[in-house]
């Protein structure tokens, strides 16, 4: 029987290939018209979202609200509830994590929406319900990473 | 005479809406399609609330950079918590996505579609033009460093050879177009210039030159298409579709002949059936063929049967495709001029024609009386064909 492509071939040197690459290796993103107000928020130790006509503000702020209306960029201040969290043992490559990652998705008390963020919280304390209130770095460039975690 | 197409519902156009077209743009794609789409609302005199289904196009992800672009676009198209669809037949996309709109209302699915095309093309790095790199064959093709022009050089010198046309003669397209978009307010690169500049651009791939070719642009441009009860109560003046055409020539373009566009005729000729039209060439009033470059809306005149085979440069030079000739051709501008966001480019194309049914197109406004208009595009790996017919 001839050799067919079912049959397991582990090595790329046991088969003809021709090798390619895709040039587009990089992207630049623009936040958009109330992600550039959110970025400078963050850059001044603010979280901004946008209020809309329902009374509500919501995060991130998207230029236009679910009814499709233009929002206003407003603060959000207070607390932040985890909705739910994982913890990262391993990186993208397998290699052990050393001081595992806690990450969480997060509600604003006074808000619609969320944002997804590092949590510096002992894994024994974590749990579904606790509120959190973000640590901002000192040097801030700009970008989400200015926040440093929520705890 | 009409074939049996088994329609419940005849179907119109009752809004557009249109961002400007842009190089680098601020906005999101999302937002983008925001733009469009509340313009297009507006315009209709419909809120989100009133609208039942949703149709989206947008070309290859890589452009955006995002790799959901169908999703990652919704929310900015209404499209959440609605029934939404993405289509995709790469450069055709924009004229597919009404003719998606269509089958949408005909069938009696849906009453009131928002129909959107959105194009984020700046993200790409270095340069967005590598992406059209990988729809070259991976194994015999690509490690010839090919890229998107080469294919479009080729067609071109086969067309001017086999039709007898000269650099100059296609040239007078991009003169025309570029200067129909000086009066259109989204334009990227409206111009005034002459065959002299095309000839003395930056020369890329021969006999391509810069001026011969439509820009990198961003932009969204939204339809509002109903069924005819619906458009009856919203406007006194809605534009039917009266037929649409898609169709696919052979895979890849080795076995095609490159100087007469058949995936474009096929497609033509089925919406022209549709539609009732016997003499496109007599019938049709206003057309927006598909101008990436300006040989290809030549091309295109000849494969939606508005010119004899080889006839389209001839009448270029006698002004029969001008803004005041017997059948203006691209009064918006076209690609060439009002810019190429590779999705929306289409839905443009449509939107100018239900601008020119309605008498609404300002001082793009053609000097004829206009009944019937033609529209395609044209995409994957240059064989997909995309028609739209409309009417007053």
Redesign the interface.
């Known amino acids: 029987m001839m050799d067919m492509s079912f049959e397991k071939k582990g090595r790329l040197e046991d088969i003809v290939v021709?090798p390619?690459d895709?040039?587009?290796?990089?992207?630049?993103?623009?936040?958009?018209?109330h992600?550039?107000e959110f970025a400078k928020g963050l850059k001044d130790g603010k979280i901004l979202g946008m209020k809309c006509k329902d009374g509500k503000v919501y995060v991130p702020p998207?230029?236009?609200c679910?009814?499709?209306s233009k929002g206003e960029i407003a603060e959000i201040e207070g607390d932040w509830v985890v909705i739910t969290y994982t913890i990262v043992y391993e990186d993208m490559y397998g290699n052990f994590l050393e001081k595992p990652k806690v990450i969480g998705f997060l509600k604003p008390v006074n808000g619609e929406g969320g944002l997804i963020h590092y949590l510096n919280v002992p894994i024994e304390k974590i749990n579904i319900g606790l509120t959190v209130r973000p640590v901002f770095k000192e040097e801030r460039v700009g970008n989400i990473n200015d926040i440093k975690y929520f705890e | 005479m009409r074939p049996n197409i088994f329609m419940k519902d005849r179907v119109a156009i009752v809004g557009a809406g249109i961002t400007k077209f842009m190089r680098r743009s601020l906005e999101t794609p999302r937002e983008l399609a925001w733009e469009a789409a509340t313009q297009a609302l507006d315009s209709a005199g419909l809120t989100l609330k009133d609208i039942d289904c949703v149709v989206t196009g947008s070309a290859p992800d890589t452009f955006d950079g995002v790799h959901f672009k169908g999703e990652y676009i919704a929310d900015g198209s209404g499209g959440i918590s609605k029934p939404i669809t993405r289509v995709y037949v790469g450069g055709g996309t924009g004229v597919f996505i009404p003719d998606a709109g269509f089958w949408h209302v005909a069938s009696g699915l849906c009453k009131k579609v928002l129909v959107l095309g959105e194009e984020k093309m700046s993200p790409a790095h270095p340069h967005p033009q590598y992406v059209f790199k990988y729809i070259w064959d991976p194994i015999l093709e690509r490690p010839l460093e090919p890229n998107l022009i080469w294919i479009f050089a080729m067609e071109m010198r086969r067309y001017m050879t086999k039709c007898g046309a000269q650099k100059e003669d296609i040239a007078l397209v991009s003169v025309k177009n570029k200067r129909n978009a000086l009066d259109h307010p989204s334009a990227l690169i409206p111009a005034n210039i002459t065959v002299e500049d095309v000839l003395n651009s930056e020369l890329l791939v021969w006999p391509v030159n810069l001026l011969d070719i439509s820009p990198v642009t961003d932009g969204a441009v939204a339809l509002v298409m109903t069924s005819e009860d619906v458009a009856r109560k919203l406007t006194d003046t809605p534009v039917w579709v009266d037929g649409i055409g898609f169709t696919l020539e052979n895979q890849h373009w080795y076995n095609r002949e490159l100087s007469f566009p058949r995936y474009l005729n096929y497609a033509a000729r089925m919406a022209y059936k549709m539609a009732g039209i016997e003499r496109p060439w007599k019938e049709i009033d206003v057309a927006e063929p598909y101008d990436p470059f300006d040989y290809k809306e030549l091309h295109h005149i000849e494969g939606l049967m508005l010119a004899r085979p080889c006839e389209a440069w001839k009448l270029v030079k006698e002004g029969y495709f001008n803004r005041d000739g017997e059948l203006p051709t691209s009064p918006s501008g076209g690609l060439l001029g009002v810019g190429n966001p590779i999705a929306a480019a289409g839905v443009m194309k449509v939107a100018e024609l239900y601008w020119q049914l309605r008498y609404e197109a300002g001082k793009r406004q053609v000097k004829k009386a206009v009944h019937k208009a033609v529209a395609n595009a044209w995409g994957d790996l240059m064989q997909a064909g995309t028609v739209i017919v409309l009417s007053n």
Do not use: A, N, S
């Not at chain 1, 040039?23 to 936040?31: G, L, M, N, Q, S």
């Open positions: 021709w390619g895709q040039e587009v290796d990089k992207f630049v993103y623009t936040p958009g018209i992600g550039t998207l230029t236009f679910p009814d499709f």
